[in-house]
Every structure is written in C-alpha cells, then in structure tokens.
C-alpha cells in the first residue's frame, strides 16, 4: 500500500507545486502592474502582497510600501493608501482628515484618469508578459526557414532512419519539393508503407534513399487531462499499430480515431526500442477553427510534427513582439468564443476548467520540460488578463465601468449602489468559480 501512496503522493505535490509557481508568476506580473503605474500617477501603496493570510516574510521599501509574502499562496493583492481593502473599494475613513495633497496620492482621490490607468494596467501587464515569452520563444528556438533543408532528426525506430541533418530534399515518393511548405503538403496524399523514397542534396551530390513518410505517428506533444495523458502516452512515443494494424503516418493514425467514433482502440507503441501495449478510449472534443467557430471531433490528446526539426533561423526582435502580439490576440479571441458557445450550447461546458484542472495542467505541463510550462505560464497569464477585463463588479472591468460612470455623471456611483453591484460581482464570481469546480470533479 505504502509503494502505491508515495508516487501518487509525489504527483499531487508537484502538481501543487506547478500550480502555485504558475499562479504566483501571473498574480506578482499582474499586481505590478497596478503598483508601478500607480506609482507613476502619484498614487501610493501601502502593501504589495504574493498571497493572503499570515505574514510570513516583509520588508518595507523607501516609498513607504510594504512587501510581503503570505501564507496562502492562492492570490495577492496592493492596497493603496486609503483603501479599506484590498479590492480598492470605499476608504478607511483616514481621507477626510488629509489635505488635498495627500488626497491625491490615494486611489480614491486621485483623478479619474490615474485610477483607470492603475487599474487598467494589471491586466495589460499580463498581456504584456505573454506577448514576451511568446516572442522570447521565436527569438531563442527560432522559426524555420523556407527551405526544405533536414535539422536534428528525432527519436524514431532505427530501420526507418536514413536522412541526416543537413540534406535537403529534392522530391518525396517523385513529387518535386522546393520550400519546406511543399514538403508539408506532400504529407498528406504520401503512400502509406513504412518508407519512402526521398530525393535529396548531400554534400553537393543528389542520391536517392529510403526513410519514414515525413509525419510519422510520433507523439510530439501530449495534452494534459487528455485521452493520452491519462493511460500514459508520453512525448517521443511512436505509434506503430492500431487494433493490430500497423501505420506509418500520423493522418492514417488520425484517420482510424476519426473512423472508431469513440471506440475503444489498442495501439502498439515503440518507445526508445521497448514495445508497449495501451488500451485507449478517445475523447469527444471542441476545437477552435480560425474562423472563430468549433468542431468537435474524436481525439487522443496528442500532436504530431516532422521526424526531423527544420533548419531555423533566430526572429528578429520586431518580428518576435509581432509573433507575440499575434500569439496573445489568438488566445483571446478562442477563449471568447468558446465562452460564447458554451453560454449557447454549442459546445460543451466541460472546456470550462476550475482550479484542480487548471492545476492539473500546470503539473502535466512541467513535467514535459520547462519549455511547455512557460508557453503554459504565458498563455495563462493571458486568460487572467482577458478574464480580469470583464465589466463584472470585483474585477478590474468593473471598477473601469465604475470609473466610466463617474467620468460621465460627473459623480460617482452611490455607495449603496456600489455595495450592491460588488455583492452581485461577488456571487457571479463564486457561482462560475463552482460551477468550474464542478467540471473539475465530473468532465473526463
């Protein structure tokens, strides 16, 4: 009994782990946010906390803010001068008894402009982290050129390994390639036999071998909470045979999921020269399209590329901000429109995640390289960003929409008013938080 508790144990602590890494990044980028711009209106801060509850490490800086480390790493929070808590709503009745001076460096005295630009500013500072790590990624790993030239070749079964780095392919099975989007387009009408022939250039002469179609049923990348994941499918698998039927490429291993319609499915794996068997029941799942809409389809929860990385080259830094800022936009618009048609019915509620799925991710994401867990952390850091945008009472929308009353009554909201709608915001942030929960305990 101990032998199976202790590896179970170890997961749940580096899933724990991974969680609060990935939250306390996001929440530190986003609180910063609110502070410096704060700061740069003038507005000063009392307390910048990483988490809630006991005080287990503080210091106080020479702007008089103080810096501290809680006990519950599920958040944090700046209070401004004034404030009577943490949300920046109502004050601590200390107002009435500054000067005018000293009201102007609160949040509730300031001018409407300073307040929205200090509110405004933590989810702009997700945004802005994301838009870096996506570009840092482009500018690191590079992207890949247009020629069709063979960089390091991945893990494959040796007899189907010919091609070296540095060749660059003339044809496939006799279809002329010229640019690396030639060669990817070839991966679809290929033959399905364990080899192809290749044309290729290697050291200034042409000849003519044998090796793997292009796209190989190796896993490149496994979805945590997936099909895949759960039996225990892993990075460089190779997927040799379904039911017994042995496959060559990863659209015939597309096109037998697609065709068992949510059967159970046997597929022989090869990994690092071991055969191994799994049992696997694909899963029904919304995808988004570019166009903004989705279709459902049955998956495994893994994705496929090249056996071979292409030669790349190092984006430039405009290119890379551009990638980045393209990156961020993509991931709002999915999120907004998988919302909407959850809220229709079009899809379904299960791609809503809670806390234990969201935390699940971070763990299946770190475990797969640190690599995976930043693109996790930025796309993450997206998500609160957009979330924390919405015009609901407790979140930063919703003081915006507050700030947008004020700049056109020319007064803000009634206290009363203002106690109702957080109420409001607060329910409708609890029920979602449950309901998230709830999917957490009964989506597959």
Same mark, same amino acid.
């Given at each position: ?66 810096? #501290? ?14 404030? %009577? ?15 005018? +001076? ?19 500013? $933590? ?50 099975? $006799? ?21 192809? %022939? ?6 200034? #002469? ?153 935390? +699940? ?10 690599? #995976? ?72």
């Amino acid at each position: 009994m101990l032998g199976t508790l202790i590896p179970q144990f170890g997961g749940l602590i580096w899933t724990l782990l991974a969680f609060v890494i990935a939250l306390s990044v996001i929440v530190a980028i986003h609180e910063y946010g609110h502070y410096i711009v704060g700061r740069w209106c003038g507005i000063k801060a009392d307390v910048f906390s990483i988490g809630f509850g006991p005080v287990l490490f503080k210091r106080t800086d020479k702007h008089g803010t103080q810096w #501290q480390l809680a006990a519950l790493p599920l958040g944090g929070y700046v209070k401004f001068r004034g404030d %009577a808590n943490a949300a920046s709503v109502g004050d601590d009745g200390s107002i009435a008894q500054m000067t005018e +001076e000293e009201r102007r460096q609160t949040m509730n005295g300031a001018a409407i402009w300073r307040r929205s630009a200090t509110v405004a500013a $933590g989810p702009l500072f997700n945004f802005i982290l994301s838009i870096l790590v996506f570009g840092a990624f482009v500018m690191i790993s590079g992207r890949a050129v247009e020629a069709p030239v063979i960089g390091p070749v991945k893990t494959l079964p040796a007899d189907v390994v010919t091609l070296e780095e540095g060749d660059r392919v003339l044809s496939v099975a $006799g279809t002329p390639i010229e640019t690396l989007a030639d060669l990817t387009a070839a991966t679809v009408d290929l033959p399905q036999t364990p080899t192809i %022939a290749y044309e290729v250039e290697r050291e200034g #002469q042409t000849i003519t071998l044998e090796a793997a179609l292009p796209m190989p049923a190796r896993v490149e990348v496994v979805q945590p909470r997936s099909a895949a994941w759960d039996i225990g499918i892993r990075p460089n698998d190779v997927i040799v045979a379904v039911d017994g039927e042995p496959i060559h490429s990863f659209r015939a291993l597309q096109d037998r999921v697609a065709a068992a319609e949510g059967a159970t499915l046997a597929l022989d794996v090869w990994r690092n020269g071991e055969e191994l068997v799994f049992t696997i029941e694909p899963r029904r799942m919304d995808l988004p399209l570019p166009d903004g809409g989705f279709e459902t389809r049955w998956l495994l929860g893994i994705t496929g590329a090249m056996f071979f990385d292409p030669v790349s080259e190092r984006a430039g830094p405009l290119a890379a901000i551009t990638y980045g800022v393209e990156q961020t936009i993509f991931i709002v618009r999915s999120s907004l429109s998988a919302l909407g048609h959850i809220v229709t019915g079009q899809i379904s509620t299960c791609n809503l995640s809670g806390p234990i799925g969201i935390a +699940e991710v971070s763990g299946a994401t770190a475990s797969q390289g640190i690599d #995976q867990f930043i693109w996790f952390i930025a796309v993450l850091s997206t998500a609160v960003g957009m979330l924390n945008l919405f015009p609901i009472p407790v979140l930063d929308g919703g003081h915006l929409v507050f700030h947008a009353y004020e700049a056109v009554a020319g007064k803000p909201p009634s206290d009363s008013a203002v106690r109702l709608l957080m109420t409001f915001g607060v329910a409708l942030m609890g029920a979602l938080m449950l309901f998230a929960l709830f999917n957490d305990l009964v989506c597959p």
